[in-house]
């Protein structure tokens, strides 16, 4: 009775394995992302219905069960949108780079989730020129300490703003030594003004300058930008740059750090 | 007969053991609800969600505590000492009042604000307001002629002694609008 079944078993075994000879071949670089860093997605067609066909695109989602959200630039079934066009690396190998998934979603790292699909095809998907559905794990966001925090990460230039030294991250011995930390900074303005509130020389004589230890290795000094950089009404910052120094020598500095406010909505 | 004389004695005293079991049962379910039903609960069940809500916020209010919160942050599940921060000591936020007047009809009317000198509160100067719903309010709509656009205030808590609002701090042509912070705002009535 048993020996019945061998042929069906082994015909099933052999088909499975000629459909997975078949399947496409995808890699990402980085192995392994979130949804906030650049990823590259190859895709090899050798031997699928896409072999040969060109230009391919990306159909992409994110997943989220019944709920899923189709990426914003999929454009028609029948007429991929250009953005979601790969570039041929050789031929039947196709790549496309994401800046990050929340910049091609168009939606935020906790939105997206852990898991997005997406499946690639011809422009015109009506003639079964398509991939099987594919996922990809998306890595949690990560939060990197670092010596130089600005909080919140976004602003205009008329929120509260604070800066963060942890000098336990610090690993420059001339700054990470030292007991009192000021804050030297410029402001450039949408008409290329530059508006610099306290000059270099005058930053010691200034203790409104001075950061507040915090304990444990943290300081930090709270603004508003516009107050600070003295804004007059109408002008807009283009971009701040905050350098974190020695109350009293200049010299003794980390690198200048440059934050672009945003606009509010009025 | 006498086999069947027993037989009906012991199912009346199954029946019977059935009996005081249910009524025991019975009567200690009805003891749990007449607890659990105390005075208070059944007053604040019936009070709080039909209060109409601009009566409640008429008067004064000040500003009690601020926190700030990093939408980015949250957006991407930092860790929650890197979310949010209480600012509500950096700068003189005690000095920020809030009034809300209401005319004859109990209707929200006018409001007004006293603060100190360029005091970073994202909430208008004076003007009308209005709420979204009177009993269920989600928002309190403040419109300021002399600016340019309102405030809308995102209730988080209203009660007759504590106000938790939030103002969204929104990008300027974003769309969907992308909020990149917020501030919450907690008064307590004066």
């Known amino acids: 009775m048993k020996n019945r079944y061998i042929p069906i078993l082994t015909t099933a075994l052999l088909f499975a394995f000629l459909q997975s000879v078949k399947a496409q071949s995808i890699s990402t670089e980085p192995l392994d992302f979130s949804a906030n860093e650049k990823v590259t997605i190859t895709v090899d067609v050798t031997g699928t219905d896409l072999d040969g066909v060109?230009?391919?695109?990306?159909?992409?989602?994110?997943?989220l069960g019944?709920?899923?959200i189709n990426a914003p630039?999929?454009?028609?079934?029948?007429?991929?949108?250009?953005?979601?066009v790969m570039t041929k690396i050789e031929d039947n190998q196709w790549s496309i780079t994401f800046t990050s998934l929340a910049d091609?979603?168009?939606?935020?790292?906790?939105?997206?989730?852990?898991?997005?699909?997406?499946?690639?095809?011809?422009?015109?998907?009506?003639?079964?020129?398509?991939?099987?559905?594919?996922?990809?794990?998306?890595?949690?966001?990560?939060?990197?300490?670092?010596?130089?925090?600005?909080?919140?990460?976004?602003?205009a230039q008329d929120d509260i703003v604070t800066i963060f030294y942890d000098r336990n991250l610090d690993e420059n011995t001339s700054t990470n030594s030292l007991t009192e930390y000021a804050l030297y900074a410029t402001a450039l303005l949408e008409s290329d003004e530059t508006l610099e509130p306290v000059a270099q020389e005058e930053v010691q004589n200034r203790t409104d300058?001075?950061?507040?230890?915090?304990?444990n290795g943290l300081f930090s000094l709270t603004m508003i930008p516009a107050q600070f950089f003295g804004v007059r009404s109408g002008q807009r910052i283009r971009s701040t740059t905050f350098i974190i120094r020695s109350k009293a020598d200049a010299g003794i500095a980390l690198a200048p750090r440059v934050r672009l406010p945003f606009q509010p909505q009025k | 007969m006498t086999g069947l004389l027993l037989k009906t004695q012991n199912n009346m005293k199954i029946k019977d053991n059935h009996w005081r079991w249910s009524v025991g049962l019975f009567s200690i379910f009805i003891g749990l609800v007449?607890?659990?039903?105390?005075?208070?609960?059944?007053e604040d069940l019936r009070s709080e969600p039909l209060t109409a809500k601009p009566e409640v916020l008429q008067g004064t209010w000040k500003l009690s505590k601020v926190m700030q919160i990093d939408q980015v942050a949250v957006d991407n599940a930092f860790p929650e000492a890197v979310q949010s921060l209480d600012i509500t000591d950096l700068f003189d936020f005690g000095s920020f009042?809030?009034?809300?007047?209401?005319?004859?009809?109990?209707?929200?009317?006018?409001?007004?604000?006293?603060?100190?000198?360029?005091l970073p509160v994202f909430i208008v100067n004076s003007g009308q307001w209005s709420v979204d719903n009177q009993i269920f309010t989600t928002k309190i709509d403040l419109a300021d002629p002399s600016a340019i656009t309102g405030t809308q205030l995102v209730v988080r808590s209203i009660t007759s002694d504590r106000l938790e609002v939030r103002v969204l701090r929104v990008e300027e042509g974003s769309e969907p609008p992308t909020v990149f912070s917020r501030y919450d705002y907690t008064f307590v009535k004066l």
């Open chain 2, 34 to 42: 007449l607890t659990s039903c105390s005075p208070d609960t059944v």
């Open chain 1, 54 to 63: 060109e230009p391919l695109y990306i159909w992409a989602w994110i997943e």
């Open chain 2, 97 to 118: 009042e809030l009034r809300f007047d209401i005319d004859d009809s109990a209707t929200p009317s006018t409001f007004s604000t006293s603060r100190s000198e360029n």
């Open chain 1, 73 to 84: 630039t999929n454009g028609d079934w029948t007429n991929s949108d250009e953005a979601n």
């Open chain 1, 66 to 68: 019944e709920d899923d």
């Open chain 1, 209 to 215: 300058l001075l950061f507040k230890d915090q304990g």
């Open chain 1, 104 to 155: 091609f979603y168009q939606q935020t790292a906790g939105t997206i989730g852990s898991k997005i699909g997406f499946l690639i095809k011809a422009r015109d998907g009506s003639g079964g020129l398509q991939t099987n559905d594919q996922t990809l794990n998306v890595e949690p966001p990560k939060f990197t300490p670092s010596v130089f925090r600005v909080f919140p990460a976004n602003f």
